[in-house]
């Protein structure tokens, strides 16, 4: 049996050599053909082959052919062939039910960051990519790849959509450097603890208390306006840094106490109100409201911030409803 079973073994290693010396040997013809500037040609062929290679159930084979090729197309500037190609990785594993690795995650991000920021197909890619990365679970994407497309489009300079995907992966610290940066060269010295104040809530919301605090205090010992704390300066920190604290403790009398004195500073921003709610029934045993209290924009901002939180149990642990922030 033992026997048997080494010969199978090497029979399947012998197998794989073949498949990738073949997959070799096509990758350098198609790389011939793009190189020469047969561009067209070379993508209907690579359409081609991912079609034979699915249909013989060599998913493998097929994505790594495609990955190449797009980013093959991307070296060339061929944007709409290496985006077709990368939609192609996307299919190869869905089909294929791979399990989520971080080795394909860090392959979808880099074909993400390559691609054109304002096309359509980007959108497109992100939004199946992380429908993939989720893995049948129902939330909005693996926190690695959130991690990985927030990082990339902090390079970009787009720190509104990069903070949306910081919000949904773990790191807190990585959020509250683009945040400090997103601060110092866009925002006005006034709303320095605005920034933060909105993305620890938000954190908050998502059952995230671990980043919550992160932001927190990589913020505000990194941000040059704020003096050391704490106590701080802005009454507006101060409130942050007892409601993290409150909620460590969850006793309900303090959190009404610490809303109600600092409610000046909450009406800075009409939703902070609207978050402390949603905060009040994570960590404080406040009842959800029966009727919402709040309409239009901020009304739908809100919903697509909790998600559908009122229809949720409240020991619901693994409440990751979406964050929509335009």
């Not at 062929?45 to 090729?69: D, I």
């Not at 129902?138 to 949306?164: F, I």
């Not at 809530?201 to 010992?221: D, E, P």
């Not at 978050?275 to 239009?296: A, C, E, H, M, N």
């Amino acid at each position: 049996m033992a026997a048997a079973a080494a010969m199978a073994e090497q029979e399947s290693a012998r197998n794989g050599a073949r498949n990738r010396g073949g997959v070799q040997r096509v990758e350098g013809k198609l790389r011939a053909s793009v190189e020469k500037g047969d561009y067209y040609e070379a993508h209907q062929m690579y359409r081609t082959l991912f079609f034979r290679y699915m249909s013989q159930s060599k998913h493998a084979e097929a994505r790594e052919l495609m990955c190449s090729g797009a980013l093959l197309f991307f070296s060339h500037g061929q944007q709409n062939s290496a985006s077709d190609l990368s939609m192609l990785v996307l299919e190869s594993l869905e089909k294929a039910e791979v399990e989520v690795a971080d080795e394909l995650l860090e392959s979808l991000a880099k074909l993400f960051s390559l691609m054109d920021p304002n096309s359509p197909e980007r959108v497109a890619f992100v939004s199946r990519a992380l429908k993939w990365s989720s893995g049948g679970s129902g939330k909005l994407g693996h926190p690695r790849l959130h991690q990985l497309l927030a990082l990339t489009l902090w390079k970009e300079q787009n720190y509104c959509e990069s903070r949306y995907h910081f919000l949904h992966s773990s790191d807190g610290e990585g959020c509250a450097n683009m945040l400090v940066e997103y601060a110092t060269s866009r925002g006005f010295r006034s709303e320095v603890d605005m920034f933060v104040a909105q993305a620890v809530l938000q954190f908050l919301c998502l059952k995230n208390k671990s980043s919550a605090s992160v932001v927190f205090t990589t913020y505000t010992q990194k941000h040059p306006s704020i003096e050391s704390g704490p106590p701080f300066v802005q009454p507006l920190l101060n409130f942050i840094w007892f409601l993290l604290l409150a909620v460590d403790g969850g006793k309900l009398t303090v959190f009404t106490v610490l809303c109600e004195q600092y409610q000046p500073s909450l009406r800075r921003d009409p939703m902070y109100n609207e978050y402390l709610d949603r905060i009040g029934q994570l960590f404080f045993g406040v009842p959800p409201k029966q009727t919402s209290s709040y309409g239009g924009l901020l009304g739908n901002l809100l919903s697509s911030l909790m998600g559908s939180s009122e229809q949720e149990g409240e020991d619901s642990q693994d409440d990751s409803s979406p964050i929509e922030l335009d």
